[in-house]
């Protein structure tokens, strides 16, 4: 993407929305690239690759590992990574918190929920959902290393924007129910992300339309 484009991408998201540009296969040359257009956030889907990218790039780009996370994957990120968008049970919530003690951080997640139709997409539902909150709640002492600052979803993969602006709402309509002040939102992607900011996203998660299309 070139510099016009990208500044008219931030200005259309506004100051309020942040920006992941999504990084997974492209090349370290194609971020910096973007580094140097005065892009920070890099959204990545696999541990290797971050760990290979996070090793080559500047210092002061936060790191988001998007993608689905396996439990013993956790501690080769859990020294740098900024935020980590998918967290979908609590197994893995109680990995990362145990990693980010031993790392003597603190470590902000999103949960996960699953508002799409394809089977194969992870994260939670409502009620699911419902119990997590409650569980860390009741002992917050026991999660003294993880810091659960919003929810992340993808709509379906569909052409209509009726069904993906109705799972935007729902999802939505979560975060004012459990993050009702300051909760980050992570929806919206090359796609769908303005009908993700006209229902509310905080957050959008931007690949193909930054970089072109992944090979
Ligand atoms: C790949 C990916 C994106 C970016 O997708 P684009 O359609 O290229 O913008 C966003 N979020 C997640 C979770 C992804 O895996």
Same mark, same amino acid.
């Given at each position: ?7 008219? /991408? ?99 997640? /999103? ?39 919003? /929810? ?56 193909? /339309? ?6």
């Amino acid at each position: 993407m070139n510099g016009e484009a990208y500044s008219e /991408l931030k200005k259309k998201l506004g100051e309020k929305i942040t920006l992941v540009a999504v990084s997974k296969t492209k090349t370290v040359e194609d971020i910096l690239a973007l580094y140097e257009l005065g892009q920070r956030d890099f959204g990545e889907n696999y541990v290797q690759e971050l760990i290979d990218k996070h090793a080559q790039l500047p210092e002061d780009i936060r790191w988001h590992f998007i993608g689905h996370l396996q439990s013993n994957k956790v501690k080769h990120i859990i020294s740098f990574v900024y935020l980590i968008h998918g967290v979908d049970s609590l197994k893995l919530l109680q990995d990362i918190n145990r990693r980010a003690e031993q790392a003597g951080r603190v470590v902000d997640v /999103l949960l996960q929920v699953h508002i799409g139709r394809e089977e194969t997409k992870f994260g939670f539902d409502a009620g699911e959902l419902r119990k997590m909150l409650f569980m860390v709640k009741q002992s917050p002492g026991g999660w003294a290393n993880v810091r659960i600052r919003g /929810l992340m979803g993808m709509a379906s993969n569909t052409e209509d924007p009726e069904i993906v602006t109705s799972e935007f709402r729902g999802l939505k309509a979560l975060l004012d129910q459990w993050f009702p002040s300051d909760g980050i939102l992570s929806m919206g992607m090359s796609g769908d992300y303005q009908l993700a900011v006209k229902e509310g996203s905080t957050m959008v998660r931007i690949g193909s /339309l930054l970089f072109g299309k992944r090979g």
